[in-house]
């Protein structure tokens, strides 16, 4: 049963989402899987919110029963991804699936970080359409065997999810392009374009459709009391706000791996607060770099108000009594997966292979995603430049572009190919000799032995990306470079190793290279140069590059990354079960209230029983902001006000003061009907104890020569900043506000 604040948050109704179940046949409940329930039921610990009337909601808000048993009752991480790290593949028969582990995803890899008495779990969608008759064996088998809870959505509702909300706009917005057009709809065009379209509220609707079956999985699996949940990319970023809401005390980290675009473009995004809210509804958000998070940080300051701290190293943003952890490490590679590829016996003959294909050839080596932000064409156009500006390297070098077959579709990526393929085709034309084409161009799926196998007899790799979250390839390079000793795989394994890398300013791993070329990929000739340089450096050179990138690249692994993320992810959960909390508010502007441990809520009965028991009372009120709304525009008091004031003021026990900013010409005037009103304007500086009373001045001074210096720098900062304009007091007072409206 849907409770009334989900329907409120999810916005259901205007989404018409009814047909659109997880598998096309309506909503499952929470356990209707089949499986075989053992369940372990926690009490939630402190005091949680009246959230619900339902008394079936209340249940759930304080227990929840696993469907998953345990070996060990103990500490669990929970890893929540799009798409689970699982391959799965019909039996050729066709009855049953068969599963195995995607060795290629480091989803799976982050495991060897975790400590060994922490469990890991998955849950995701499977890449596989499973009819709904075998969604519940299919869903047993993978808990049982990889310990991993499928998420299964409809066909109707993954498009409108992944390929039109997160690939169709959240991708390319946080890659810097902005929607200037509208996305076509799947009626006007075969598949849904990867390019960019408008922000479209049934997509965003579907997103956040999609993230509640997600967490309805997590319920399934879940043991709030232990579990660690650890969510995955921008796919998933709503999914924070329905764990909050219904665990309040629930150990929550998020890591992005794209980038996080600068204010200026995030701004853009209509939803742009909610889903900022519903990030920070998580103890811990990781970025791969300083820079995605310094945006991150900039977006919450001017966007909700909130300023971070720094200590000791770790950055924090206080939200609503919570200190929201700030996380950057750059994500790293599996050097075990790498290097026993390169222990294969088929992999020296591969090796042996291609280094007598480009004998005598010095090699530059780009592997890419075929996308819009690659860079593709920029780099053939640059290497094409470099054969110009450098006909020595006509004959001699070789560039091979390995371009993985692109995952979406749009009329941008298909202008993108038709330029690269005629690229390609000119500098051969152009430069080409017997025996000798300059442009090697691999559009496959290129195998991982294969792959590294170019990356062993490349003198260089070059990344020209416009725009990437991370880009593992250059590391991939330098360990396959370094190779296996023993191996002859291994380039010159009797002398020191050497590479070059290439790489864009613009992608998360070039500040982790500091002996890479950076360049900026739109500037063609400044990359030509930078591809001559890289080839045409002394053996010594690249040697010292490659010792200081090896270092580098083989001790932040991926193990390195998960395990410093959980460990600052308990960091930063510690006192979760120390202070008592109090969830609020409705949708995504749901959040939890953490106070201190001797904080007591007012009580209103407390209030008045203290009031009537005093004999000596002093009422001092604000104006601005209080007794009228600080954006209105009338500032004179109400009847109601002035009504109020004067049936405290007339009580004998009662002193009633009004402390303002404001000055006395304007305060007096306006209370002229409350007699027995104290007035304090200027802030104090100008007292006045009733209205038939003079004014006083607090303090006496003649000396406001500062206001003279002081003036000329105001005036200066007030025409710098729009809609400011400055304050001035009564001289008397000697004081100046400087003013932003």
Wanted: negative net charge; charged residues 25%.
């Amino acid at each position: 049963m849907m409770s009334r604040s989900y329907t409120n948050l999810l916005d259901l109704a205007a989404g018409n989402f009814a047909a659109l179940g997880p598998s096309g046949g309506g909503r499952r409940r929470s356990g209707s899987f089949g499986m075989k329930r053992m369940p372990r039921v926690m009490t939630v610990p402190g005091p949680l919110s009246d959230l619900d009337d339902d008394d079936d909601e209340q249940a759930a808000t304080s227990s929840v029963a696993s469907d998953v048993p345990s070996s060990a009752v103990g500490e669990r991480l929970i890893v929540v991804a799009n798409q689970l790290p699982v391959v799965a593949r019909r039996r050729a028969d066709g009855r049953g699936w068969v599963f195995s582990w995607d060795e290629d995803s480091l989803l799976l890899r982050l495991r060897d970080g975790v400590p060994d008495e922490m469990e890991v779990f998955f849950v995701g969608s499977l890449r596989a359409d499973v009819p709904p008759a075998e969604q519940d064996e299919v869903s047993q088998t993978l808990i049982d065997g990889f310990r991993c809870a499928p998420v299964f959505l409809s066909p109707e509702l993954n498009e409108r999810f992944y390929h039109h909300f997160c690939k169709g706009y959240l991708w390319p917005l946080f890659h810097y392009m902005l929607p200037f057009a509208a996305q076509l709809s799947p009626a006007t065009e075969a598949a849904p374009s990867s390019d960019g379209g408008r922000f479209d509220r049934s997509a965003w609707e579907a997103y956040v459709l999609a993230n509640k079956h997600f967490y309805e999985k997590v319920v399934e699996v879940i043991n709030p009391e232990d579990d660690y949940i650890w969510v995955h990319d921008y796919h998933l970023m709503a999914l924070p706000t329905f764990l909050r809401r219904r665990f309040n005390r629930l150990r929550i980290g998020f890591f992005l791996h794209s980038p996080f675009p600068s204010s200026e473009i995030y701004r853009t995004l209509p939803v742009r607060e909610e889903v900022l809210r519903t990030l920070l509804n998580c103890d811990l958000i990781g970025f791969h770099t300083f820079d995605y998070a310094r945006h991150f940080l900039s977006c919450c300051s001017r966007m909700l108000g909130l300023e971070y701290q720094s200590k000791r190293g770790y950055i924090g943003l206080e939200y609503f009594g919570r200190t929201v952890g700030i996380k950057i490490m750059p994500m790293g590679i599996h050097m075990g997966q790498l290097q026993s590829v390169l222990r294969l016996p088929e992999q020296e003959q591969k090796v042996a292979e291609l280094r007598q294909r480009f004998e005598g050839k010095s090699v530059l080596l780009g592997v890419d995603d075929t996308d819009i932000f690659k860079g593709i064409n920029l780099k053939l156009l640059a290497f094409e430049t470099m054969l110009r500006m450098h006909p020595k390297w006509q004959g001699r070098a070789v560039l091979v572009q390995i371009a993985n077959p692109p995952r979406g579709k749009g009329k941008e990526l298909e202008t993108i190919q038709a330029e690269i393929r005629v690229t390609c085709e000119r500098i051969n034309r152009d430069f080409g000799q017997t025996g000798y084409s300059p442009v090697v161009f691999i559009d496959r799926n290129v195998p991982s032995a294969e792959r590294l196998a170019y990356y062993t007899i490349a003198e260089c790799v070059v990344v020209t990306a416009v725009r990437d979250g991370m880009n593992l390839t250059p590391y991939e390079y330098i360990v396959c470079r370094q190779g296996i000793p023993g191996s002859e795989s291994a380039p010159e394994v009797s002398g020191p190793k050497k590479s070059m890398l290439v790489v864009s300013e613009f992608i998360g791993c070039s500040p982790s290279l500091s002996g890479a070329i950076r360049i900026n990929p739109w500037n063609i000739e400044t990359t030509a140069e930078a591809l001559n340089e890289a080839i045409s450096v002394s053996e010594q050179e690249k040697q010292l590059r490659h010792g200081k990138h090896y270092r580098y690249v083989s001790t932040h692994d991926v193990s390195y990354w998960s395990r410093s993320f959980v460990q600052d992810l308990e960091r930063a959960c510690k006192d979760h079960f120390r202070k008592p909390c109090w969830g609020i508010g409705l949708g995504f502007g749901f959040r939890v209230v953490a106070l201190d441990p001797h904080f007591s809520k007012l009580n209103l009965d407390t209030i008045v029983m203290s009031y009537e028991k005093a004999k000596s009372r002093a009422i001092l009120l604000d104006y601005d902001g209080t007794l009228v709304p600080q954006a209105s525009i009338n500032k004179e008091p109400s009847a109601e006000i002035v009504s109020i004031i004067n049936t405290l003021c007339s009580d004998s026990n009662n002193i009633v003061s009004i402390v303002s900013g404001r000055s006395r010409d304007s305060l007096g005037p306006m209370f002229a009907s409350c007699p027995k009103l104290g007035l304090a304007a200027e802030h104090g500086y100008f007292l006045r104890w009733t209205r038939d009373e003079e004014w006083q001045t607090i303090t006496r001074t003649s000396d406001f020569g500062w206001m003279q210096m002081a003036e000329p720098v105001m005036n200066l900062y007030t025409e710098a900043t729009d809609g400011s304009y400055i304050d001035e007091g009564e001289r008397a007072a000697g004081r100046f506000c400087f003013m932003h409206w």
